[in-house]
C-alpha cells in the first residue's frame, strides 16, 4: 500500500544499470523485470547468468512485487494470499504436493506447507510471506520493484524474507521425490510481523512437519541456535481526581506508578544478577520502560496513568513465570486500597528459544558455515516449530539491520553461497540414511 502519490522515475548508474528514485518520474513504462534484464551483470543474453540464477532472481522479483503487510492497523494489514498463490503454483510445478491452510478466521491470511517425498523425519525450510509496514517517502526505490543496482536487490521483503522462500524453492529443484528418503518440506507463514499467528495456528493444531527445522531469517550466513524472548505489558494505575489545592480530596495515580516503576527497576536489577547467558550480546534480561501516560492538567489530581513495559528474557525463562511474578509483586506494591492496578499484554508474547547445542541441525550448519551457532536479540517463529518436536535453527542470508528500514536490499553475493549451504541440508537431512547423519 503506497501511501505517496509522486511517480518512481529511474536513473542510469555507473554500471549502466537503470535504477529506480523517488521522484517526478517520465511515467514511461519501464518495469522492474525490465530493469533486471538490462543490467549488463545479469543479462542471460551475454550468458554471464546461468538460467537456473535468473529464474532464481525473477522468483525474488515477483514475491517483493506482492505487497503482503501484516499489521495491528486495519489501515495498513493486508492479505498474504496472492503471494502464498504464487508459491503454491511453483511448487506444485516442482512436484511438492502443496496443502493450503487459512488461519482461524482470517480466510484472507493462510499457512502454506508443501512436501516432496513421504515419511517420518526430513527438513523443514520455513519462513515468513509478509512484511512489515513501511514509509515509502523514505525510500529511493520502488519498495516493490525488486530493483537490482550496485550488486544488490532492493525490494520490501527483499532480505525480511521473501528472497530466503525463492532460494528455498530453487534448491529444491535439484531433487526429485524419488531422490528422498526422508521428505522436504517448505513453509511459508502468516502474520509473523504482527503475532506470529501463523505460526501459532500450527502449534495449536500440534501436527508434525519434520525433524530439523531452518528458519531463512537474515543472520549474515551464521547459524542461531538461541533468541530471546519478548513480553510485552501495559501496567495501569485507577486513583480519583480532585483538585490539586488538596490532595486529601483524591488519589494520584502518578505517585502509585512512581512506586511501580522504582519496583520494576529493582526486579530487573534481580533478574539481571540472576540470569546471564555470554552467548549473547546483551548478556542479561532487559526491561524497558518504553512508554508512559497518565493525567490531563497540572492542577488535577491524576486519576489514571499508564505504562508499557517490554521484557526480553533469556531461555530457560518462561513468560507465564514471569508475568505471574510481576503481576505478584507489583500487586504487593499497591496494597493501601486507594489505588487499583490492572494488567493487559499487549501481545501474546513470544517464547525465547533455545536448540540443544548437540542437535544434528545446529552441528550440520556449524560445520557447513564454518561459525559456532550464536545467539540474537529478536524473535522468530523458531519456539512455535520446537513445539511441534522440531530441532530449529535459525540461519540465511542479509543482516537483520537491514530488515524494517528504507531501501531494505539483499546482497546478489550471498545467493550462492545460501543455495549451496541448502543443497547440502537437502542432501543430509533427506537424501543420505540416517547414519550418515
Request: hydrophobic share 40%.
Amino acid at each position: 500500500m503506497i501511501q505517496n502519490s509522486r511517480r518512481f522515475g529511474y536513473r542510469t548508474d555507473g554500471g549502466g544499470a537503470k535504477r529506480f528514485r523517488v521522484g517526478k518520474g517520465t511515467g514511461n513504462g519501464v518495469t522492474p523485470a525490465a530493469i533486471i534484464t538490462q543490467h549488463p551483470l545479469l543479462s542471460p543474453a551475454k550468458n554471464i547468468m546461468p538460467t537456473s540464477e535468473f529464474r532464481l532472481l525473477d522468483h525474488i522479483r515477483q514475491l517483493i512485487a506482492i505487497p503482503s503487510v501484516s499489521s495491528a492497523s486495519p489501515q495498513w494489514d493486508q492479505s498474504n494470499r496472492p503471494v502464498i498463490d504464487l508459491l503454491a503454483g511453483w511448487l506444485e510445478q516442482a512436484g511438492f504436493t502443496v496443502r493450503i491452510e487459512p488461519l482461524p478466521d482470517r480466510p484472507d491470511k493462510a499457512n502454506l506447507i508443501a512436501t516432496l517425498g513421504s515419511g517420518p523425519g526430513g527438513l523443514v525450510l520455513a519462513g515468513h510471506t509478509d512484511t512489515v509496514p513501511y514509509d515509502a517517502g523514505r525510500w529511493h526505490y520502488d519498495p516493490f520493484g525488486g530493483i537490482v543496482a550496485d550488486g544488490r536487490i532492493y525490494g520490501l521483503g527483499a532480505t525480511d524474507m521473501k528472497a530466503f522462500l525463492a532460494l528455498a524453492l530453487a534448491a529444491a529443484r535439484d531433487f526429485t521425490a524419488r531422490d528422498l528418503r526422508r521428505p522436504l518440506v517448505i513453509l511459508a507463514t502468516a502474520n509473523e510481523e504482527s503475532g506470529m499467528e501463523g505460526a501459532r495456528a500450527l502449534a495449536a493444531a500440534g501436527q508434525p512437519l519434520g525433524r530439523h527445522a531452518l528458519i531463512g531469517e537474515p543472520t549474515g550466513l551464521k547459524p542461531v541456535r538461541m533468541h530471546k524472548g519478548i513480553l510485552m505489558e501495559a501496567i495501569r494505575i485507577e486513583g480519583r481526581s480532585g483538585h490539586s489545592s488538596d490532595p486529601a480530596l483524591g488519589a494520584n495515580a502518578l505517585e502509585g506508578m512512581h512506586r511501580v516503576i522504582a519496583e520494576l527497576l529493582q526486579w530487573r536489577a534481580e533478574l539481571q544478577a540472576r540470569y546471564r547467558n555470554p552467548l549473547f550480546a546483551v548478556e542479561v534480561p532487559t526491561l524497558n520502560l518504553g512508554h508512559i501516560h497518565g493525567g490531563d492538567n497540572p492542577n488535577r489530581i491524576c486519576a489514571d496513568c499508564e505504562l508499557h513495559i517490554d521484557i526480553r528474557p533469556l531461555p530457560g525463562m518462561a513468560l507465564a513465570e514471569l508475568r505471574g511474578a510481576l503481576h505478584e509483586r507489583l500487586g504487593r506494591v499497591l496494597v493501601d486500597g486507594e489505588l487499583k492496578l490492572s494488567f493487559t499484554p499487549l501481545f501474546e508474547g513470544i517464547e525465547a528459544m533455545e536448540t540443544p547445542a548437540a542437535a544434528a541441525i545446529v552441528r550440520a550448519t556449524e560445520e557447513l558455515t564454518g561459525a559456532p551457532a550464536g545467539a540474537v536479540g529478536f524473535g522468530t517463529e523458531g519456539p512455535y516449530l520446537n513445539a511441534l518436536g522440531m530441532e530449529t535453527v535459525i540461519l540465511g542470508p542479509g543482516s537483520v539491520e537491514c530488515a524494517h528500514q528504507p531501501d531494505e536490499f539483499l546482497a546478489l553475493a550471498t545467493l550462492n553461497p545460501m543455495l549451496d549451504l541448502l543443497r547440502s541440508l537437502i542432501g543430509r537431512f533427506c537424501v543420505q540414511d540416517d547414519r550418515a547423519q
